[in-house]
């Protein structure tokens, strides 16, 4: 329940976060810096209250969870760029099939650079922290992952 209540307050957030893609602003540099702090400090903080761990395993999951962090964010970086570049060409009308072909390919390779960095971190993850507490933190990040994306998609408009 705490973490549905935390997920509650994290997307209230995010919703406020993705708005200018839908009318073909883009994501300012700035504001997502700041959008990213917060969001990192509430994240940290639902990971951490759902998390059931010792002092040594903290100690040990906290830089892992930092890496991981850290490694997400330059994802999320190729994420609002080619946001951006879609609105951009969206509200230009500018989106020929030889973009389309480009743009798919680049979503589909931070998908995959995605997944990949989850494998490498659940590998650092083994035998640091219990396999329970290991799969509940990636329920954590998948769910709050789902609502980052849920969002970002419900506020971009179809390629037409």
Do not use: H
């Amino acid at each position: 329940m705490r973490l549905y209540a935390a997920l509650a307050v994290f997307t209230l957030g995010m919703c406020a976060g993705f708005a200018g893609p839908l009318q073909g602003q883009a994501l300012e540099a700035s504001s997502m810096d700041v959008l990213r702090d917060q969001l990192g400090l509430d994240k940290k903080a639902v990971v951490e209250e759902n998390l059931i761990l010792t002092e040594s395993q903290a100690a040990s999951f906290w830089p892992i969870y930092e890496e991981y962090q850290r490694e997400l964010g330059t994802i999320d970086a190729g994420v609002v760029k080619l946001v951006n570049e879609y609105a951009e060409r969206y509200v230009n009308g500018s989106i020929t099939e030889a973009i389309a072909r480009r743009m798919i390919g680049e979503a589909i390779a931070l998908d995959e650079a995605e997944l990949a960095l989850r494998k490498r971190t659940l590998t650092k993850l083994d035998g640091v922290i219990p396999a329970i507490e290991a799969a509940r933190y990636l329920q954590i990040e998948n769910k709050i992952r789902a609502v980052v994306k849920f969002e970002l998609g419900d506020a971009i408009p179809l390629v037409e």
